[in-house]
């Protein structure tokens, strides 16, 4: 299978901790984790992904606003970079463990760190990557 996931959401694993909007959100957050874990590839999506699912019966899913769309974009943009290659709609590939292991490595370096101004994670999200990344469930 293929977990679908939108270009903010690969920073967002980086530091996931079982912290989220709900139980639903977080029990469905803790299965695309382990799917990952288990070596299944992303497609990236543009707009709310299999992360999103569990808030999209909400009346106003931030999912759908204007900053997740934006956050995305940088997000992309600065992945891509790292990565180099594109990071966008379509694209597929895997997460191995030198590739989140470099991901944290420019997370943890602030280089990654522009989609996540204004997110009311990025604190939690600090916190976790200062800790080394203890407890993260990627």
């Known amino acids: 299978m293929t977990v679908r996931l939108r270009s903010h959401h690969l920073l967002c694993l980086l530091t996931y901790v079982g912290k989220g909007y709900s139980a639903a959100f977080t029990a469905n957050y803790d299965v695309i984790a382990k799917r990952l874990g288990r070596g299944e590839d992303i497609l990236v999506?543009?707009?709310?992904?299999?992360?999103?699912?569990?808030?999209?019966?909400?009346?106003?899913?931030h999912c759908l606003?204007?900053?997740?769309?934006?956050?995305?974009e940088l997000a992309a943009r600065d992945v891509g970079k790292l990565l180099a290659r594109p990071i966008r709609a379509g694209v597929r590939f895997s997460l191995d463990t030198a590739t989140v292991d470099?991901?944290?490595?420019?997370?943890?370096?602030?280089?990654?760190?522009?989609a996540c101004q204004g997110c009311e994670w990025?604190?939690?999200?600090?916190?976790?990557?200062a800790s080394g990344?203890?407890?993260v469930r990627l």
């Open 45 to 61: 999506v543009s707009g709310p992904d299999d992360i999103c699912q569990p808030l999209l019966g909400e009346a106003d899913p």
């Open 65 to 72: 606003r204007e900053g997740a769309a934006g956050r995305d």
């Open 102 to 114: 470099r991901l944290r490595t420019a997370f943890s370096a602030r280089v990654t760190r522009e």
């Open 122 to 129: 990025a604190d939690l999200c600090t916190t976790v990557a």
């Open 133 to 135: 990344y203890s407890d």
